[in-house]
């Protein structure tokens, strides 16, 4: 089976270098010299150069009389929404920390800098852009149908769900047949809001989704005591959640265990253009949580998402693991995503295997972690794994 490697790509990855200074572009261009490089003086050019091309990553520096980089890169967003774009400048400045972010920069790098910074920098820009393109033809392979369940419930329903939420537990499982630990699902005891995407949409609709947010974060870690010390707990987190500072506050109930609690953070939904976000994910992992992206491939997270949460784990979505046994499309789009998310540094967790089929399949294609009802089905107590 043929497979996308970054060793092996990476010196035919294509680049384009823009810089107004002719000393620095020769400059730059000696030091990417083991990648394919394009150079341009003008910005302008740039973009034509982008249009024709098909270019892996590009470098900007912000300061050019011309057209400079914060509005350059808008520019070629209209043409590429994936390709990671590089931003030099003399002095990183809080306005041009939060364009950067709005307008989805990879990075704004204050120079000067370490030439090996810079090729560390574009090897990792060149994996995402593989990735981002791997999961493209993802999206077009698989159908989903997702559709968001409402639900008519009224109002009071949703105080009545809260008052009887409850989590279940479903294990994950690693590759030898070991437990790596538990998913916390939401669940409740309303007959009318049993369904967990029906009762967010209700607290949604009325404003209250950080009721069950705190509810969450309050239920969920109760199991850790009766688990193995050495497993792990995740708890899945909206996006806009980690706009909330009280995450990283003492008193949340998840701090005592961060160092056992992975953040899942799905992508079915599309992060805040924030630049406080970059501080807030810094300032979870010095406390011990570690990030996940669930869903892969499920919708709105595009490529600057992913190299925001630089996730430790990654969670494939359960239509490109349904029948992958039986699929070689399937087969060939998981192990480009499961090898390029390891030269990333992130683990991969298969969800929704149900057959021993797909459970060899994804072993082969070297998938880290399982998780599915093949193992179990998700309970209260959290039920011990069966391999």
């Known amino acids: 089976m043929s497979r996308v490697r970054l060793d092996d790509d990476v010196a ?11 000393i620095v572009l020769r400059a730059l261009a000696r030091v990417l010299s083991d990648f394919a490089v394009s150079t341009t003086l ?16 590009v470098i900007t520096d912000v300061g ?13 967003r209209e043409h590429d929404p994936d390709v990671p774009v590089i931003l030099l400048t003399g002095a990183i400045s809080q306005s041009q920390l939060r ?25 990792r820009a060149v994996g995402l852009r593989r990735f981002a393109r791997t999961r493209r033809a993802m999206e077009d392979v698989i159908a989903r149908v997702k559709p968001q369940r409402s639900s008519n419930a009224p109002p009071s329903a949703l105080d009545r769900a809260l008052s009887t939420l409850w989590m279940a537990y479903q294990p994950i499982v690693t590759k030898d047949g070991g437990t790596f630990g538990w998913e916390a699902l939401l669940r409740s005891r309303e007959a009318d809001l049993e369904d967990p995407l029906a009762l967010l949409d209700l607290a949604s609709r009325l404003g209250r989704l950080r009721d069950i947010e705190e509810s969450v974060r309050y239920h969920a870690p109760r199991a850790l005591p009766s688990m193995p010390p050495d497993t792990s707990l995740c708890i899945n987190l909206h996006p806009h959640e980690l706009e909330d500072e009280t995450l990283l506050a003492e008193s949340c109930p998840m701090a005592p265990h961060a160092a056992r ?5 799905t992508e079915r939904a599309a992060l805040s253009d924030n630049p406080r976000l970059s501080s807030t994910l810094r300032g979870l992992r010095e406390r011990g949580y570690r990030i996940a992206i669930d869903d892969l491939g499920a919708g709105h997270a595009g490529l600057s998402g992913f190299a925001m ?9 359960v239509d490109l693991v349904r029948g992958i046994d039986r699929s070689s499309t399937r087969q060939r789009l998981a192990a480009t995503l499961i090898d390029l998310c390891h030269d990333l540094g992130a683990q991969v967790v298969a969800e929704g295997v149900e057959s021993e089929g797909e459970k060899a399949q994804l072993i082969s294609l070297g998938c880290d972690l399982l998780q599915g009802f093949l193992f179990a089905k998700p309970a209260h107590p959290p039920p011990a794994p069966q391999w």
Do not use: C, N, Q
Not at 42 to 57: H, M, N, S, W
Not at 64 to 76: E, Q
Not at 100 to 119: C, H, M, Q, S, V
């Open 12 to 22: 035919r990855a294509r680049v384009l270098l823009v810089d107004d200074e002719p």
């Open 42 to 57: 003008d910005p302008r050019e740039a973009i034509d150069l982008f249009v024709d091309g098909d270019f892996d990553v």
């Open 64 to 76: 050019m009389p011309a057209l400079d980089g914060l509005s350059l890169l808008p520019r070629l």
């Open 99 to 123: 364009l950067a972010a709005e307008r989805g920069a990879y990075r704004l790098l204050e120079k000067p800098f370490p030439p090996t910074d810079l090729i560390a920098l574009v090897r």
């Open 261 to 265: 609690i992975v953040l899942e953070v």
């Open 309 to 317: 949460l630089e996730p430790d784990i990654v969670k494939l979505d």
